[in-house]
Nanobody, 119 residues
């Protein structure tokens, strides 16, 4: 079982910045990818940004140029730096960690952290 501990989030005005952090309890060598998802009220959960191990980051079109995902592979940590925030970025943000264990792959989720952007 892998546990993810998220921090950051909160209330910010439009145009402001926030940083989300997530630490995974998984062995670093088993992590295939780490990512951030979000879910707004009444909407489906969507991918915000992902970073497979050893590969480049991927972003949703809606956040390109404003959000930056980064990983500290020595600590199994993933960060999401969010800038130029908009009210439509308001959502619960979830950390995701994909772990490979032999032939099995598992996806693990954090508890979610609320991000609210006021206009």
């Amino acid at each position: 079982q892998v546990e993810l501990l998220e921090s950051g989030g909160g209330l910010v005005q439009a145009g402001g910045s926030l940083r989300l952090s997530c630490v995974a309890s998984a062995s670093i060598s088993r992590i295939a990818a780490m990512a951030w998802y979000r879910q707004a009220p009444g909407k489906q959960r969507e991918l915000v940004a992902s970073m497979p191990t050893g590969r480049s980051a991927n972003y949703a079109d809606s956040v390109k140029g404003r959000f930056t995902i980064s990983r500290d592979n020595t600590k199994a940590t993933v960060l999401l730096q969010m800038s130029s925030l908009k009210p439509e970025d308001t959502a619960v943000y979830y950390c995701n960690c994909r772990v490979v264990d032999g032939w099995r792959t598992g996806d693990y989720w954090g508890q979610g952290t609320q991000v609210t952007v006021s206009s």
